[in-house]
């Protein structure tokens, strides 16, 4: 390792562990170890962060943070949630059913996994609770479920992941994700079915079939927007970035003019929220942008590339430890800066020993979507936390049954290539 890039890793654990903002810790490190290089650490950050954030590609990313809030205030997830209860509720323990797959219906939507825990935790953990369940339980199910909404497309950080990775396809790795995210999805509900196993919950009455129909009806023009949205961009009628913009239109339409949920002087605020987002997204981008550019500089990947080689030639083992890493890096950062950070180091590597870079895409979002329920910097975490009204320490037990099925899903994923590759492969 050399003495600059000493400079970089030291300096950035240790405003880490001062708790300074990540996108200040990337940038402020980046600058002191061009400082000790001896270039213009003024200059080169500048450069590097203009560069990071011009792209068309990354357009997309507010737009669909713009289309996910408007979502989220037009009663997008209720509906979502009256559907999922009229499929599931009729099994045994079916509310937690229901939990799972209004977060995963929600997440397809708004691409955004603390949405999905504000707005569907905000209505299913108080009835939960209501109808007996612990609220521990039904909060770390939540926190968990939640994740998949950054698997099933659209997602944002799959935006982020193929722009740092540079060739990859958007709608490829879309595509990529949707039967990977299912499986997520399937591993959480088998957690929910030992437990309501070992609990002996009992079935609702099912809901009769004019209610399944008064469900599909509600939630029917949501879900058409994840149709409209892949089906354009597989026909070629538009690019991943103008998919936003219909994505956006379609949103305000249903949240202002059919379910009429946001009024027309509530859209400042819906702006300014989105804006806000934003502009934490694209910093981190800059900034992390400009990091990667160092550690390049400084031929860190080469070097990994070499320390990994030295594990031999067996690709199962090498991702093993990278998915062992990935576990690591995501309890102390956050999705957006350790993809931009971590992809143009691992990819080489594992691309080398033959990994498609969709398949490796979904390895680090799952990977990383289990660190955003992991303490210290978990958003997912500690958001639920909030909204189901209790205490980390209260419910890290009932994280640890959800943890293990998401890591059952992630080893699957990881040796079954075909999971991620099969659906781009059709459409190839």
Known sequence: MSAVTAVLLVSFLA????????????ALSTFLAVLASGGDPGFVLALTMANGIDSFTLLAIPLF??????????????????????????????????????????????????????????FMIPEMVRKGYPREFATALTITSATTGLIIPPSNIMIVYAVSAGSVSIIGLFLAGVIPG????????????????????????????????RAMAGAVPSLLLIVIAIAGILSGWFTATEAAVISVAYAFLLAVVLYREVRLDELPGILADSAVTTGVVLLLVGASSAMSWMLTTENVPQAVTAALGLLGDDPLVTLLVINLLLLAVGTFM???????????????????????????????ITNLC???????????????????????????????????????????????????????????
């Not at 405003?15 to 990337?26: N, Q, R």
């Not at 599931?88 to 603390?114: D, E, H, K, Q």
């Not at 931009?340 to 390895?363: C, N």
């Open 15 to 26: 405003l880490l562990a001062v708790d300074a903002p990540i996108a200040v810790a990337i």
């Open 65 to 122: 943070v713009l289309s996910g809030m408007l979502m989220g205030r037009g009663g997008v997830a209720r509906r979502l949630i009256d559907l999922a209860s009229a499929l599931m509720g009729r099994f045994p323990g079916g509310l937690a059913y229901v939990n799972t797959l209004a977060c995963m219906l929600f997440g397809s939507i708004s691409g955004s996994a603390a949405a999905g825990v504000s707005s569907v935790g905000g």
């Open 182 to 213: 299912i499986l997520i999805g399937l591993c959480l509900m088998g957690a929910c079915f030992l437990w309501t196993r070992r609990h002996s919950v009992k079935a609702d009455a099912p809901a009769p079939w004019s209610e399944v129909r």
């Open 334 to 364: 956050d999705i957006t800066p350790a993809v931009l950070i971590l992809t143009p180091i691992l990819l080489p590597v594992v691309v080398a020993q033959g990994m498609d870079p969709l398949h490796f895409g979904i390895i680090m």
């Open 370 to 428: 289990i660190g955003l329920c992991t303490p210290p910097v978990g958003s997912c975490l500690f958001i639920g936390c909030g909204v189901g009204k209790t205490t980390l320490a209260k419910v890290t037990p009932s994280l640890i049954p959800f943890f293990i099925a998401m890591l059952l899903g992630l080893a699957l994923i990881s040796i079954f290539p075909g999971l991620s590759t099969w659906l781009p492969g059709l459409f190839a």
